[in-house]
């Protein structure tokens, strides 16, 4: 008796790489039982593909050597797949050990005859020890187990389970940065989920690109930073087709829309972007899981942020390439790649709607000082929104230092006194802060605003931590005094090189 699979849009099993499989299993064949030896032949098919390359075996009735196109798992599949071709006994020939057929390349399943419950979607019947090439991220025990870790004694899975997670390769987003492998699944109710993937991922991905097969506005070696890429490059389509809807005419990115619950006829939807990040050794190591539940409100700042770039007084011409500049900028060459550390930092902070100042700090003093140029024109006014609207600042606040850091600037620009500046961003307590800017008024003439003196209960500045109030200053008067006051850019900003990291 074959094994059947039941597939039904409303039979989710909570598992982001299974329920990826099962959107694809569903939009390739359709609800309804299926044949599983036929779905995995089929998948088998489709995840093995030629290389090109020429290899040779012995035909035996023929009794003659003949050619065949050799073929392998597709990559990045064959990082996780690693079982090889199989082929007949092989022989010598004229010195040469030669198999006497083509290699074929075969998954063999072993179902276990006792019905048991599958681990993840509890359905009672036949299942297997879940194996690497079903479901990379849980494999044999005290290996490694990411989602199911508390799983000591392994993972069974049902066929219909183990087809979902042999579907899965063809339905994950990927992007290679020359060792580390960043994998993201979007995960949310089955038939929404079902709908991502048919009217916005689909015609979204990329086909034979050897980096990856979807876009990124940036990305590297770290996973927050080709996160941050990820969304940046999805969210600039949708807002590009949300503009087009006013048109009447409607693309891949209105059921991304209504997903993330930006239409108010719908209810937000649970969507989560889950990445996992990883290295290729003998095969796929992850090393990271994030889940990323808040789209809808980084959508939402992603929106704010454009908005102040296009009220700046003096605009960019494309506001959506403005803010890819200013958020990917944060990396350094180095023996002839990059280090994007500080873009990492940064991309972790925004995507965890925490403080990333202190790291936008680091990156001004330590990398941009040192090449005597200022931030991305845009860069200040960016994180002076952002620091008003995630981290509550008040705009008056904001507005002193923003203007006295750009006298500062000038002063020490004027004078010589750069010191003072790594002075102001090295201050490790309250009593240095002070000192410096008590330094400032004596020796460069410069009058300090009252508000940053002013210190409340728990050493807070207008309600704002005393280091946040420092970052934010030295941000901007480093900025300024690296800008030279040139008219090429508000606040002594000016465009920055774009980078070769993507």
């Known amino acids: 008796m074959t094994l059947q699979v039941q597939l039904d849009p409303e039979a989710a099993t909570g598992d982001p790489w299974i329920d990826t499989g099962l959107a694809v299993l569903l939009e390739r064949y359709g609800p309804g039982e299926h044949d599983f030896e036929r779905l995995r032949r089929d998948l088998i098919d489709t995840l093995v593909q030629p290389t090109g390359g020429e290899g040779e075996y012995w035909d035996p009735r023929a009794r003659q050597i003949r050619t065949y196109g050799k073929r392998n798992w597709i990559w990045p599949v064959s990082a996780f797949i690693r079982v090889a071709g199989k082929s007949e006994k092989k022989v010598d020939v004229e010195g040469r050990r030669l198999p006497t057929s083509p290699p074929v390349f075969d998954l063999d399943p072993k179902f276990s005859k006792r019905p048991r419950p599958c681990d993840i979607c509890g359905d009672e019947g036949p299942s297997m020890d879940a194996k690497m090439w079903a479901y990379p991220f849980v494999v044999e025990p005290g290996k490694f187990g990411n989602f199911y870790s508390g799983a000591k004694r392994g993972i069974g899975m049902c066929p219909r389970c183990v087809a979902a997670g042999l579907a ?74 949300e503009e087009a809807r006013a048109a009447a005419e409607r693309g891949a990115g209105e059921a991304l829309a209504e997903l993330l619950g930006l239409r108010a006829a719908s209810p937000p939807a649970p969507l989560t972007l ?61 023996n002839q790649g990059a280090e994007t550390i500080w873009r990492e930092q940064v991309a972790a902070a925004l995507l965890a709607e925490e403080d990333p100042l202190p790291h936008v700090e680091a990156f001004l003093f330590d990398v941009r000082a040192g090449e005597g140029r200022p931030l991305a024109y845009g860069t200040t006014h960016v994180f002076d929104a952002y620091a008003g609207e995630v981290l509550g600042m008040e705009e008056r606040l904001r507005r002193i230092l923003a203007g006295f850091g750009h006298t500062l600037g000038r002063a020490v620009d004027a004078k010589n006194e750069q010191g003072l500046l790594y002075a102001l961003r090295n201050a490790r307590n309250l009593d240095d802060f002070l000192r410096v800017l008590n330094d400032v008024q004596f020796r460069l003439g410069v009058t300090v605003p009252g508000t940053l003196v002013e210190v409340g209960e728990g050493e807070r500045i207008n309600g704002v931590p005393w280091q946040r109030v420092k970052t934010l200053l030295a941000i901007h008067a480093m900025n300024a005094f690296l800008g030279g006051l040139r008219a090429a850019g508000a606040e002594g900003e000016e465009p920055a090189e774009e980078g070769a990291v993507t």
Not at 311 to 327: E, I, S, Y
């Open 274 to 334: 889950v990445a996992v990040s990883g290295q290729i050794q003998q095969a796929f190591r992850a090393g990271s899981v994030r889940r990323h539940d808040r789209l809808e409100r980084t959508y939402r700042l992603y929106e704010r942020l454009l908005n102040t770039l296009a009220a700046m007084p003096r605009p960019p011409d494309q506001p959506h390439a403005a803010l890819v500049r200013v958020l990917g900028q944060f990396w350094q060459r180095r």
């Open 168 to 241: 899965a390769y063809l339905g994950m987003l990927w992007r290679y940065a020359g060792g580390p492998l960043h994998l993201f699944l979007f995960h949310t109710a089955l038939p929404e989920l079902c709908r991502l993937h048919r009217e916005a991922l689909a015609v979204f991905r990329l086909e034979g690109e050897g980096s990856g097969n979807i876009p990124v506005a940036f990305g590297g070696p770290y996973p927050a930073e080709t996160v941050l890429g990820l969304l940046l490059e999805l969210f600039g389509r949708l807002r590009r087709e």
